[in-house]
T-cell receptor, first 114, second 115 residues
Framework: AQTVTQSQPEMSVQEAETVTLSCTYD???????LFWYKQPPSRQMILVIR??????QNATENRFSVNFQKAAKSFSLKISDSQLGDTAMYFC???????????FGKGTKLTVNP | EAGVAQSPRYKIIEKRQSVAFWCNPI?????LYWYQQILGQGPKLLIQ????????DSQLPKDRFSAERLKGVDSTLKIQPAKLEDSAVYLC?????????????FGSGTRLTVV
């Protein structure tokens, strides 16, 4: 079974600085997708960024980018120019190609300090 | 487009009582999911529907939890009787297809407290 590990329960960063959240996963397959979701206090899970495993190029969405290391099974999220509104829980998630189950890590609580 | 709607937002019940949660997915989304998120953990899949049929309910405690999806649209998740350990946020999500590479769209969840 696929597992997703987020080793940082909590992190903090100063406003305007850069922070990196770690995620590792375990799979024996080659076709899969990886996601980072943000969950603010409103509880809604919001998709931040996604990566297809077959793509070597790292995904980027404005201030959010990933470092996808397929051989190391690592998928870290970098947030540049952190903003107060980035304060939230961040979940790394894995979806096996052809599967139907999105598997989440335990999350990292990120606090952006003014 | 409208998002995934869930109600109620909050619910407090005593143990052994029953409770029901409602979810209305995004129009046209064939696949619907119910996740349980216990405090401090990531969401865990309880049940998945494809249209109005159950695809995966292997993690659903069937002795107390039940779910249905009427006419392949709205869905209801019920707990009867509730236990203290059922205290959690219950998230509903939907997607165009089960293997959508775009992930799922989630609702805001229902926070259940069992006392």
């Amino acid at each position: 079974a696929q597992t997703v590990t987020q080793s940082q329960p909590e992190m903090s960063v100063q406003e305007a600085e850069t922070v990196t959240l770690s995620c590792t996963y375990d799979t024996s397959e080659n076709n899969y997708y990886l996601f980072w979701y943000k969950q603010p206090p409103s509880r809604q899970m919001i998709l931040v960024i996604r990566q297809e495993a077959y793509k070597q190029q790292n995904a980027t969405e404005n201030r959010f980018s990933v470092n996808f290391q397929k051989a190391a099974k690592s998928f870290s999220l970098k947030i540049s120019d952190s903003q107060l509104g980035d304060t939230a829980m961040y979940f790394c998630a894995f979806l096996q190609g052809g599967s139907e189950k999105l598997v989440f890590g335990k999350g990292t609580k990120l606090t952006v300090n003014p | 487009e409208a998002g995934v709607a869930q109600s109620p937002r909050y619910k407090i019940i005593e143990k052994r009582q029953s409770v029901a949660f409602w979810c209305n997915p995004i129009s046209g989304h064939a696949t619907l999911y119910w996740y349980q998120q216990i405090l401090g953990q990531g969401p865990k899949l309880l049940i998945q529907f494809q249209n109005n049929g159950v695809v995966d309910d292997s993690q659903l405690p069937k002795d107390r939890f039940s779910a249905e999806r009427l006419k392949g649209v709205d869905s209801t998740l019920k707990i009867q009787p509730a236990k203290l350990e059922d205290s959690a946020v219950y998230l509903c999500a939907s997607s165009l297809a089960a293997t959508s590479p775009y992930g799922y769209t989630f609702g805001s969840g229902t926070r259940l407290t069992v006392v």
